[in-house]
T-cell receptor, first 114, second 115 residues
């Protein structure tokens, strides 16, 4: 158990819908990262927040957005869902904002878009 | 663009034997970090080992060690005394603190351990 929690574990929805994935980092960690793992694209970095502020943006679609709240939990919002958005979404947390800090991954949320 | 290539989609090794997983990368940056992550059937991503590019000494973590060849841009993972619990997908990753694409993963190598 990494100490990072993600809810829900599984999500099934239809095309065109909007969903919200939630992540609670390990106690004391200020950074949250979001990743997407799909068969087509592999594992991709989406976005990073540090202490409530966006720090880095990777291959995140405009239909996707994220935020980190004052209690440091983070949410990833996916809208206008397409079949290709079906994937495993991970969040990870680390103490600092640097890449040298060990990232601890959550168990992931499996999103299925029908 | 930065790239990470894992040329072995699958590998098998006999229990207690040694196996080496290959990874090559490309980056124009001089300051970066390299990682190996393990993803067992549970799907949880677990950091196995990491290497700072400025360090010449190869990183070691118990049965796991790397062979970091900076000039050749190669970063292989050696697993000694393979155990059944080592069966997993292994991802090589390159991370650079100054780029927006902060971390890039390879496609992965699936490692099977034969009893």
């Amino acid at each position: 158990d990494s100490g990072v929690t993600q809810t829900p574990k599984h999500l099934i929805t239809a095309t065109g819908q909007r969903v919200t994935l939630r992540c609670s980092p390990r106690s004391g960690d200020l950074s949250v990262y979001w990743y997407q793992q799909s068969l087509d694209q592999g594992l991709q970095f989406l976005i990073q927040y540090y202490n409530g502020e966006e720090r880095a943006k990777g291959n995140i679609l405009e239909r996707f957005s994220a935020q980190q709240f004052p209690d440091l939990h983070s949410e990833l919002n996916l809208s206008s869902l397409e079949l290709g958005d079906s994937a495993l979404y991970f969040c990870a947390s680390s103490v600092g904002e640097g890449v040298e800090d060990t990232q601890y991954f959550g168990p992931g949320t499996r999103l299925t878009v029908l | 663009a930065q790239t990470v290539t894992q040329s072995q989609p699958e590998m098998s090794v006999q229990e207690a034997e040694t196996v080496t997983l290959s990874c090559t990368y490309d980056t124009s940056e001089s300051d970066y970090y390299l990682f190996w992550y393990k993803q067992p059937p549970s799907r949880q991503m677990i950091l196995v080992i990491r290497q700072e590019a400025y360090k010449q000494q190869n990183a070691t973590e118990n049965r796991f060690s790397v062979n970091f060849q900076k000039a050749a841009k190669s970063f292989s993972l050696k697993i000694s005394d393979s155990q059944l619990g080592d069966a997993a997908m292994y991802f090589c990753a390159l991370s650079n603190p100054y780029r927006d694409d902060k971390i890039i993963f390879g496609k992965g190598t699936r490692l099977h351990i034969l009893p």
